[in-house]
């Protein structure tokens, strides 16, 4: 009691002294802020969100990290820098709600029989920011510039491409070395179309510093004012080849970190937020008027990977019987209070047109013990832990500190193998560090320097059900996000045949059956997929898309409903 | 007392090369690769090829005694380099941020000087009694705070539950203000930071002041002072306050340097676009060339506040200025 009683007297004081210091700085610096301290001025900055009939709408969007100049060539990440570069520039195809890519700059887009030839006319009449036309010359600039300029997300995409010709007035044909079944999710809906001339007068891009004025591009919004750690102020494109946008003015505001983003959009300051808010601030948020949340499932994936070249884990058994230890539901539940997807031991996201249905979780605590009976794991001195080679099964868990819930997961994790006599111990270690442990120096030749680690892959790796190869091919060559250094021939085989498979039927066949010997020989334990929900002022604007991998804040979002794909 | 003077002078050379080192080695001793930052998050979508190839244009497979000679070169041409992450050369990167946080720990300075001298006169002059407890146990409890926790609590109350005072940045976006409405929204965005940090470095001012002004109250002239029949207002502001105050300078010179550091964090808690701001970046990047040019800041910072206190100090009190001559 005394305790708490002095706790809110030192506030008192905090505050006093806050309330003091304040008013030394008011009348320290200036003579003009006889109203500074006047309630409302400064919180609601735009007064035109109570008559939006024919005031401009001006949406303040929140992000955590700094973007740079968001060009084409030196942007910094896939989300959100991606979503902000598209702002700005189309490419052939757009992403719809269903993460469907349809035509956009392209008017029809065909792939050849072998899926290996795609033929793309584009539409008639679009122009650039400055005015001049977007031609089927600059469609085949921007795909040679990026294959020539290695650095960046646009030349992986092309990875195949052997060349890019114009073969009619409004039509390139494009061509790869083999099949490529999902170059239209790869390439056509990802890579922007960058004016010829503006490109083709910088020299060495790599070195180049750019500043704002290369951003000319054909999209709705065009990039006006860059303060680097501050914001980004988007002006509407009103000649925008489908109409003009709904918004007419986007400021992005840049965050350090995501709780300054959520006070802020308590507060009125911002409208929207590109990144997903976590479980636990769904409700609080959807209860405060004007916010609203919008929800869905995503493709990020959470897992529990561990060293699979090294004993125990080297041992199909081990491997099992974790699988059938873990309570997905529970993590589902307990962590993301419902707002995730059971994940699938296939790897494959039940929502995925590809997904094996055959391939499904099991939680069996019974089952778990007797295979780890059965496999020779005893407990011989009566701890609770079951020994190997005569030490202890008991592991180190790296998880990173920055994310709560992953550490949350951590937790639960623990003490569901502690029911199958495997003691966890969860270690969590800031990012990078945690980082470097399961991927040394992203290559995985490096090899591992962890026992187990929770671990998660961004929605493109999910999306590339066709590479699945990169995953679990025991050839680090080949297998180089398999970060577990597991190895099974037979895994190896079906992965390899997938690569080069050109019928779609076939490749079905083949993806039910790696799914189903990825469930049963577990290179990782895939846990869950989180949903994303996004949270945005309502009063300000409405109109939100939810597209899948990329929030809602993307261009579909502030066009007008006729215009969206 | 040349002579003595160049001594400093080569102490501080010594320690500015000791430093400069340790910039460079202990970035690298952390775990972690720039490698995700330089070429965006999705690191896992690189052919080795690709990976190889960034490496190469980074220069992060030099040998570390290469990039150690490089960095000394960067120092003495005053050529930084450029940030990994956006390719932009490093010396804009701190020139466009250095004022925002020379606002913030020059405000906070300014406040805390003026609240912890003043209180901790009165504590000193008041010993033993109701206030000076009171005093003395609130600011031990004020310094023990945790400063993100403090700016968390300032803006819940004053930005999200009263809207008095925004939340976040240096100005307020895309607002075009010119003049005093810029002036005005530029203060306004700095009452919470600069409040933060002030609370946070009272106590330090408030502890010196006390500390000094008590042992100035023992001495011999402060007894003839009133013997001699000044006002007791004379004697706290004409005799005792004024010779209590050169530690405390010594000690606001140090934590003005210090501010730079204690910035990163309150930076972080408002997004404020300083200095501090730029290293959590670019440490949670392992952006090496960023982190490097802002300790050596930090560390020229500290090394210049420290060389003039050093300075200061003789002219402030006589009777050191005897020893060195």
């Known amino acids: 009691m005394m305790s708490s009683k002095k706790v809110l007297w030192i506030l008192t004081v905090c505050l006093a002294l806050v309330l003091a210091a304040c008013g030394g700085s008011d009348t320290g610096d200036t003579t003009t802020t006889a109203g500074g301290d006047e309630p409302g001025t400064t919180s609601g900055e735009t007064p035109d969100t109570t008559e939006p009939s024919d005031d401009p709408v001006v949406v303040r969007a929140a992000i955590n990290n700094d973007e740079d100049t968001i060009n084409p060539y030196t942007y910094v990440t896939g989300f959100p820098g991606w979503n902000m570069l598209m702002m700005q520039y189309d490419s052939l195809m757009q992403f719809d709600a269903d993460g469907v890519p349809q035509p956009w700059l392209a008017e029809t887009v065909e792939a050849s029989e072998d899926l290996a030839t795609w033929t793309v006319t584009i539409v008639d009449g679009v122009t650039w920011h400055d005015g001049e036309p977007l031609t089927i010359e600059d469609v085949k600039f921007a795909y040679d510039y990026f294959l020539t300029n290695a650095a960046g997300r646009f030349a992986r995409d092309l990875a195949g491409v052997e060349s890019v010709e114009i073969t009619g007035e409004r039509e390139v044909t494009i061509s790869l070395a083999g099949p490529s079944p999902a170059f239209d999710q790869v390439a056509l809906g990802d890579i922007p179309i960058i004016p010829q001339h503006i490109w083709e007068t910088i020299e060495g891009p790599s070195e180049a510093t750019f500043d704002i004025d290369v951003n000319i591009g054909s999209g709705p919004f065009k990039l006006v004012e860059y303060v680097p750690d501050q914001s980004y102020r988007f002006e509407a494109n009103p000649d925008y080849f489908l109409g003009a946008p709904a918004v007419d003015e986007l400021v992005v505001v840049i965050f350090a970190d995501d709780a300054g983003a959520l006070a802020a959009i308590r507060s009125g300051e911002v409208d929207v937020i590109f990144d997903r808010v976590s479980p636990e601030q769904i409700e609080l948020l959807d209860a405060q008027d004007p916010l609203d949340i919008s929800q869905g499932p995503e493709f990020t994936t959470q897992m529990i990977n561990y060293d699979a070249t090294k004993a125990p884990f080297d041992d199909i058994a081990v491997r099992q019987a974790i699988d059938l230890a873990v309570d997905r539901q529970d993590i589902v539940d307990t962590v993301y209070l419902g707002a995730a997807t059971v994940g699938s031991p296939g790897w494959v996201h039940p929502d995925k047109p590809v997904y094996n249905p055959d391939v499904a979780a099991v939680y069996d605590v019974d089952a778990a013990n007797a295979l780890l009976d059965d496999a020779g794991y005893a407990d011989t001195d009566d701890d609770g832990i079951r020994e190997f080679d005569g030490q202890p099964m008991s592991f180190e868990y790296l998880t990173n500190a920055e994310d709560s819930l992953r550490l949350r997961i951590s937790e639960l994790v623990s003490e569901m193998l502690a029911d199958i006599g495997i003691e966890v111990n969860v270690a969590s270690v800031e990012s990078s560090t945690w980082e470097e442990a399961v991927w040394p120096g992203f290559d995985i030749n490096n090899g591992r320097n962890y026992e187990m680690a929770m671990w998660g892959w961004s929605a493109p790796v999910q999306a590339n059900t066709i590479r699945l190869g990169q995953l679990v091919h025991g050839d680090p060559g080949k297998g180089f996000l398999n970060l577990t250094g597991f190895d099974d021939p037979d895994l190896n085989a079906l992965v390899d045949q997938l690569e080069v498979e050109g019928d779609p039927e076939t490749a079905q066949q083949l993806l039910n059956d790696i799914q189903a010997q990825i469930a049963e020989k577990l290179p990782f334990v895939l846990l869950a997929y989180p949903d994303g929900a996004y949270v945005y002022n309502s009063d300000v604007y409405g109109d939100w898309e939810f597209i899948a991998g990329q929030g809602i804040v993307s261009k579909v979002s502030l066009l007008p409903a006729a215009a969206r794909p | ?325």
């Open chain 2, 1 to 325: 007392m040349r002579r003595a003077g160049l001594n400093r002078l080569g102490q501080y050379l010594i320690v500015f090369v000791v430093a400069v080192t340790l910039n460079f080695i202990l970035p690298r001793l952390m775990p972690g690769n720039p490698l995700a930052l330089i070429a965006g998050v999705d690191v896992g979508l690189l052919t080795p090829d690709q990976r190889a190839e960034i490496i190469e244009a980074a220069g992060l497979n030099e040998p570390l005694i290469s990039q150690y000679f490089d960095y000394w070169k960067s120092i003495l041409t005053g050529d930084l380099g450029f940030s990994y992450r956006s390719g932009r050369p490093i010396s804009e990167l701190i020139a466009e941020r250095l004022p925002w946080t020379l606002l913030l720990a020059g405000g906070a300075l300014v406040i805390s000087a003026f609240f912890g001298i003043i209180l901790g006169a009165i504590s000193a002059w008041r010993r033993g009694k109701k206030l000076d407890l009171g005093l003395l146990s609130s600011m031990i409890a004020l310094e023990s705070l945790p400063s993100f926790w403090l700016g968390m609590l300032l803006i819940s109350l004053f930005s999200v539950s009263w809207g008095l005072l925004p939340s976040f940045g240096a100005v307020t976006p895309a607002s075009d203000l010119v003049g005093w409405d810029h002036v005005r929204d530029v203060i306004e965005h700095a009452i919470l930071p600069v409040a933060t940090l002030s609370v946070l470095s009272i106590p330090g001012v408030y502890l010196t002041m006390r500390y000094s002004m008590l042992e100035v109250l023992g001495e011999d002239f402060i007894r003839t002072a009133r013997a001699k029949g000044a006002s007791e207002t004379r004697v706290l502001f004409g005799h005792v306050a004024r010779n209590a105050m050169a530690p405390v300078v010594t000690f606001l010179a140090i934590r003005l340097a210090f501010a730079f550091g204690g910035a990163v964090i309150i930076e972080t808690v408002f997004s404020y676009p300083g200095l501090g701001r730029l290293v959590f970046e670019s440490v949670g990047g392992r952006d090496f060339p960023v982190m490097q040019a802002a300790f050596l800041v930090f560390t020229v910072a500290v090394l210049l506040a420290n060389l003039a206190a050093d300075f200061l100090y003789p002219l402030l009190d006589p009777r050191t200025r005897a020893r060195n001559e």
